[in-house]
């Protein structure tokens, strides 16, 4: 499979609830990306990985923690979210580090907190 | 930090007109451009994109035009189709790379037959 893919695409739980988002990419890049996107808000960054060390955390709250065992492996914890934590999660990947412009993104996980 | 405004938030137009989204931009150092398409369901993709050392860029019936005075950029597409129905995301980056973007909060492009 080639491109950016991302699971589950669709995830319900609870406020006490732990999961995880995962995203792979298989295009050999080098830096791979959370955003968060609500309605009628722009694309939020959460996070950046550049080779496997985050270099950007956009203040995002604590209940959010990511992991990127590899450069084609992305994770997103998720524990003890809140009813505004529902968006869309898009995951995104660009080449050679945070270097070129083009961001790949993968088709999201819609996250509903009850 | 970097703002960036989009306009309009919705745009509909006839089959075969002509679409301009707007964008301003706040910070001056800002150097990169692009434009992202998300059709329903879809991941955005990258359309075209623009460098603050050009003035226009055109992709067959898309077009970005960058006004570095004003601080502010624009998408054109002409001969709209049914395809082109989507939401249309600008964004820029003072750094030239991915990291840096700020999205503005799209247009939702409606072409009617």
């Known amino acids: 499979e080639t491109g950016v893919t991302q699971t589950p695409r669709h995830l319900v739980m609870g406020m006490t609830n732990k999961k995880s988002l995962k995203c792979e990419q298989h295009?050999?890049?080098?830096?791979m990306y959370w955003y968060k996107q609500s309605a009628k808000k722009p694309l939020e960054l959460m996070f950046v990985y550049s080779l496997e060390e985050r270099v950007e955390n956009n203040s995002v709250p604590s209940r959010f923690s990511p992991e990127c065992p590899n450069s084609s492996h992305l994770f997103l914890h998720l524990h003890t979210l809140q009813p505004e934590d529902s968006a869309l999660y898009l995951c995104?990947?660009?080449?050679?580090?945070?270097?070129?412009?083009?961001?790949?993104f993968g088709e999201g996980s819609r996250l509903t907190v009850l | 930090g970097e703002n960036v405004e989009q306009h309009p938030s919705t745009l509909s137009v006839q089959e075969g007109d002509s679409a301009v989204i707007k964008c301003t931009y706040s910070?001056?150092?800002?150097?990169?451009f692009p434009w992202y398409k998300q059709e329903l369901g879809k991941r955005p993709q990258l359309i075209i994109d623009?460098?603050?050392?050009?003035g226009e860029k055109k992709d067959q019936r898309i077009a970005v035009t960058l006004n570095k005075t004003a601080k502010h950029f624009s998408l054109h597409i002409t001969e709209t189709q049914p395809e082109d129905s989507a939401v249309y995301f600008c964004a820029a980056s003072s750094t030239g790379t991915a990291s840096k973007l700020t999205f503005g909060t799209g247009t939702r492009l409606q072409v009617t037959l």
């Open positions: 995104a990947s660009s080449p050679s580090g945070p270097v070129t412009g083009e961001l790949f």
């Open positions: 623009i460098r603050s050392n050009v």
């Open positions: 295009l050999g890049h080098n830096a």
């Open positions: 910070d001056s150092a800002s150097n990169y």
